[in-house]
Structures are given as C-alpha cells and as structure tokens.
C-alpha cells in the first residue's frame, strides 16, 4: 500500500499533536507551508482559539516580502509572528511544525522568531 506524500506529513503530525498541546500559558505556534507561501499562528488549544497570526498573504507585508526567495519570505512572517506574539504578551510558546521536516522554510521560520525575542 503506497502512500503520496502528504499522506505521509499527515500521519507524522498526527503523532506530533499526539505530544504538543498549546495552552494558555505557553500556546502552540504551528506553520503551515503552500507551494508559494507559508502560514504561522499562536493558537490556544484548551479554548480552541487562534492568538495572533501572519503569513505571506498579509496585506502588511506585500511591500517588504515581493520578490524574495521564498526562505526569506519565512524569515520575515517569523519575526512578524514574533513581534505580533510580544505585543499581544506572549513570550514563550511551543512550536508546531506541522509534520513538515524542520528544514528550509519551517527552519528559518523558527529561527527568526527565536532571534526576534520568542522562546520555544
């Protein structure tokens, strides 16, 4: 029995979430990735609500992220979560890499909002 790909990416975030819950002390930053953008949000798991969120696709950011590679568009929506996440007052979160491969895009991501203040 074959699996395609994103059978695959299911079944492993299947057993992350299994592990990484969010709450409202330390909610969960889970990222998502399309062909052409990439989607980050806070999200408290106990009242199954999203805190903050940003991705390419936010009118904020059209000016800043047109015409960069697309490693460098996830470092921007990183420090943009992460900036978004200070000022709504969260500091620590647990991160959510949605059965990706911490690789590429989810990794630079991650590494952006870690310098821009955020601790997971």
């Known amino acids: 029995m074959s699996a395609n790909k994103e059978d ?3 079944r492993r975030k299947a ?5 990484v819950s969010g709450t409202p002390e330390r909610p969960r930053l889970s990222v998502f990735r399309s062909a052409k953008h990439i989607y980050a949000q806070v999200i408290d798991d106990l009242t199954h ?6 991705s390419t696709l936010d009118e904020g950011h ?9 490693s ?7 420090a943009a979560i992460a900036a978004k996440c200070k000022a709504a007052g969260i500091e620590k979160v647990v991160f959510d890499r949605n059965g990706y491969i ?3 895009r989810i990794q630079a991501l991650a ?4 310098e ?4 997971f």
Request: aromatic share 2%; glycine share 12%; net charge positive.
């Open 111 to 114: 590494n952006a909002a870690r």
């Open 116 to 119: 821009a203040g955020l601790q």
């Open 72 to 78: 460098d568009k996830a470092k921007k929506i990183g």
């Open 49 to 54: 609500r999203t805190l903050v969120a940003a």
């Open 15 to 19: 057993s992350i979430r299994k592990k």
């Open 8 to 10: 695959k990416r299911l």
């Open 62 to 70: 059209d000016g800043e992220i047109k015409g960069l590679k697309k």
């Open 102 to 104: 911490y690789h590429g």
